[in-house]
C-alpha cells in the first residue's frame, strides 16, 4: 500500500517563498508528482520527479529523496493567485500500475 | 489547451437514474484512463482504472456493477453511474497518462443527486 503525508494548511506572504513537505511510504516507486487545484476545479500538472533532486519550473521547484521518502514543492514570488490546495501524488511500479495515489492536500492561503 | 475534456461538466439528477460521464483524450491515445472521485475538502480518491480492449480494474470498495466504465475506443472512456443516490453526490474526475511522466486530468463533472 502507500501512505501520503503533508501539511493541512499553510499561509505566506505575497512575494514570499514557501515550502510544501510531502513524505510518502510505497510498496513501490515509479515517480512523484505535485498538482495544484483551486476549488471545484480539476487538479493542474505541476511537476514530476522519479530520480532524486531538483527540478526547477519557473517559480516552482520540486525536490526528491527516494531513500528519505520525501519531496516538497517550493513556490517562489508567491501571488495571489497561488491560493489553492496543492497535491503531492505517488506512482506505484509495474506497467499496469500506472494510477497516482493522493496525498490529502496541502491548502495554500497567500495573504498580502 | 486542454488535452483531455470531459462531459458534462455538472449534471443535476433524481435519485434512481443512471448518468454517464464521458472522458477523452484529445491529442493523444489513451490505452488506460483512470477515475476518481473527490468529496468536498477531500482528496482524489482512485475509483477504478479503464483498460481500453478489457475490463476495467476496481479499487477496494467501488461497486463495478454500480459504477460501470467501457473503454470505446483509444480516446474515450465513459462511466456510468447506475441507480444513483444522494450520496453518490461528488465531483468525479478522470485523467489519462500521455507520456510516462505526464498524467492529465480532465476538467471534472459534478453529479448532484437529489
Redesign the interface.
Known amino acids: 500500500g502507500q501512505n501520503i503525508d503533508q501539511p493541512t494548511e499553510m499561509t505566506a506572504t505575497e512575494g514570499a517563498i514557501v515550502q510544501i513537505n510531502c513524505t510518502y511510504q510505497t510498496s513501490g516507486f515509479n515517480?512523484l508528482?505535485w498538482?495544484q487545484q483551486h476549488a471545484?476545479?480539476?487538479?493542474?500538472?505541476l511537476s514530476?520527479n522519479?530520480l532524486d533532486g531538483l527540478e526547477e519550473k519557473g517559480r516552482f521547484s520540486s525536490f526528491l529523496s527516494r531513500s528519505k521518502g520525501y519531496s516538497y514543492l517550493l513556490l517562489k514570488e508567491l501571488q495571489m493567485k497561488d491560493s489553492a490546495s496543492y497535491?503531492c501524488?505517488v506512482?506505484g511500479r509495474g506497467t499496469?500500475r500506472?494510477?497516482?495515489?493522493?496525498?490529502?492536500?496541502t491548502r495554500l492561503q497567500v495573504q498580502p | 489547451g486542454a488535452v483531455v475534456s470531459q462531459h458534462p461538466s455538472r449534471v443535476i439528477c433524481k435519485s434512481g437514474t443512471s448518468v454517464k460521464i464521458e472522458c477523452r483524450s484529445l491529442d493523444f491515445q489513451a490505452t488506460t484512463m483512470f477515475w476518481y472521485r473527490q468529496f468536498p475538502k477531500q482528496s482524489l480518491m482512485l475509483m477504478a482504472t479503464s483498460n481500453e480492449g478489457s475490463k476495467a480494474t476496481y479499487e477496494q470498495g467501488v461497486e463495478k456493477d454500480k459504477f460501470l466504465i467501457n473503454h470505446a475506443s483509444l480516446t474515450l472512456s465513459t462511466l456510468t453511474v447506475t441507480s444513483a443516490h444522494p450520496e453518490d453526490s461528488s465531483f468525479y474526475i478522470c485523467s489519462a497518462p500521455r507520456t510516462s511522466n505526464e498524467q492529465f486530468f480532465g476538467p471534472g463533472t459534478r453529479l448532484t443527486v437529489l
Open positions: 515517480g508528482f498538482y471545484g476545479e480539476a487538479p493542474t500538472f514530476y522519479v497535491l501524488a506512482r499496469g500506472r494510477a497516482l495515489t493522493f496525498g490529502s492536500g
